[in-house]
Nanobody
Framework: QVQLVESGGGLVQAGGSLRLSCAAS????????MGWYRQAPGKRRELAAL???????MYADSVLGRFTISRDTAKNTVALQMTSLKPQDTAVYYC????????????????WGQGTQVTVSS
């Protein structure tokens, strides 16, 4: 079993910064990719940023240049540094681990955290 726990959400004024962190736990052998998705009220969950095991990254156009994703592969953690925040960044942010291989030989295609609220006031 894989558990993802996010932290770092909160309320911030427009133009401010926040850092989200996520830690994956369990008998993990490897994780192919980790990312952050977000879901605003009434909208679909969307990718914000993704980082793959080789270090390559992918960002939504709406956050490019403002958000930075980083990963500690040894610790199975991923962080999202968010700067120049805008009210439209307000959403619940979910951590996702894709392609989790367990030491026991088990495999999880997708694992999600519970989400952390980010609210940006104007």
């Amino acid at each position: 079993q894989v558990q993802l726990v996010e932290s770092g959400g909160g309320l911030v004024q427009a133009g401010g910064s926040l850092r989200l962190s996520c830690a994956a736990s369990g008998s993990i052998f490897s994780i192919n990719a980790m990312g952050w998705y977000r879901q605003a009220p009434g909208k679909r969950r969307e990718l914000a940023a993704l980082i793959i095991s080789d270090g390559s990254t992918m960002y939504a156009d709406s956050v490019l240049g403002r958000f930075t994703i980083s990963r500690d592969t040894a610790k199975n953690t991923v962080a999202l540094q968010m700067t120049s925040l805008k009210p439209q960044d307000t959403a619940v942010y979910y951590c996702k681990a894709r392609g989790v291989a367990l030491i026991s030989g088990g495999y999880y295609e997708d694992s999600w955290g519970q989400g952390t609220q980010v609210t940006v006031s104007s």
